[in-house]
């Protein structure tokens, strides 16, 4: 190197090629998750099993696809839509915890119902009511 001539680093070259089946796997995610929010906001007593396989079979395929793009080759494209991902996943997991809580207190009311059926109360132990 000459006097005077200043040495650059670069950071890691990034090829928008390398990361396509990424962003393939990313936007199949996003639309099978989409999908399963959609279902349950038009119908919460909706058939789950077949969003269960299109999520595993999401996941299998960005497992894969990650594998073959490293971190540091992830072009802005990539980070949207991850960031996009989140979002969609926090929206889908909000609304699934919404109806396990649901479920949770209908099967409450349902234990306690029984309990007060069965028994006329002269052994039976108070209902422990939840810590709060």
């Known amino acids: 190197m000459d006097a005077g001539q200043e040495l650059v680093v670069q950071g890691p070259v990034v090829n928008p090629a390398v990361s396509g089946p990424l962003v393939i ?3 199949r995610a996003i639309e099978v998750v989409e999908a399963e929010t959609q279902a349950l906001r038009a119908n919460p007593t909706t058939d789950l099993k077949p969003f ?3 999520k595993s079979q999401a996941l299998l395929d960005l497992t894969r696809a990650r594998s073959l793009v490293p ?3 992830y072009t802005e494209d990539v980070k949207d839509r991850l960031v996009d991902f989140k979002d969609v996943l926090k929206e889908n997991v909000d609304l699934l915890t919404l109806h396990m809580n649901a479920v949770s207190e209908v099967v409450k009311m349902m234990s306690r119902t029984m309990l007060d059926q069965e028994s006329d109360g002269t052994y ?6 939840p810590a709060r």
Do not use: G
């Open 52 to 54: 269960e396989y299109r």
């Open 71 to 73: 971190p540091s080759a």
């Open 25 to 27: 796997a990313i936007d």
């Open 124 to 129: 039976a132990a108070p209902f422990p009511e």
